[in-house]
């Protein structure tokens, strides 16, 4: 029945539309009906600004890791990603805005930092130094949790964590199936800093 009961809430953590509810809050926009019309850090900070992409971006690492923090809380002898999980579904399937949602990578970053800090903060520097060296974060998100799931596979030798991490890869690059033929098209949006922005402003 606990853990039950922590699936649910962890399910209902992860469903808090982050992006939605800064964006009518404090900018009376509909993050849904502005630019690529999704409802995580991306479009938020695209939309909407630096500052409102910061913020959703920690609220949303912050469902992760309250959601798989939960059995440390309870002090019950449950893994921290299995209950993680569930939080990834409500970000993706949120029950509050109809079963739709995000691409979860902030919110899987969460869940990695409740798990294993150390391994959150090596995986942050590699998200963000290939966001930089990108421009594009599809790109940046599908490369980094491809080489953390190399990292848990061949350097952790933690089972768990590196079957989750493959799974969790395969359904990003799902998600990002419309980014991916962007990218193929050279049609992909860019944030406006690193090597490839200046690379393509000089192109331009």
């Not at 970000?91 to 079963?99: A, Y």
């Not at 768990?160 to 395969?170: E, H, M, P, Y």
């Amino acid at each position: 029945m606990k853990i039950l009961m922590m699936l649910v809430i962890a399910y209902l953590l992860g469903s808090i539309p982050s992006g939605v509810i800064i964006g009518k809050l404090f900018f009376h926009t509909d993050i849904r009906d502005a630019g690529s019309g999704n409802i995580g850090t991306t479009n938020t900070y695209r939309v909407l600004g630096p500052t409102a992409g910061t913020v959703v971006m920690a609220m949303d690492i912050l469902k992760g890791t309250l959601a798989a923090a939960q059995p440390a809380l309870l002090h019950l002898p449950v893994n921290a990603l299995l209950i993680g999980l569930a939080s990834i579904l409500g970000h993706t399937f949120s029950i509050f805005i109809g079963f739709k949602g995000g691409k979860a990578v902030a919110t899987s970053a969460g869940i990695l930092l409740a798990y294993n800090w150390h391994f959150f903060l090596i995986a942050s520097a590699i998200m963000f130094s290939l966001v930089y060296i990108t421009s594009m974060v599809s790109v940046a998100s599908m490369a980094s949790l491809s080489i953390v799931s190399l990292i848990a596979i061949f350097y952790y030798q933690d089972w768990i964590l590196s079957v989750i991490a493959v799974i969790l890869t395969i359904f990003i690059f799902y998600r990002h199936k419309a980014n991916i033929a962007r990218i193929k098209a050279g049609t992909e949006s860019m944030v406006h800093f690193g090597i490839g922005w200046h690379r393509r402003q000089k192109r331009a």
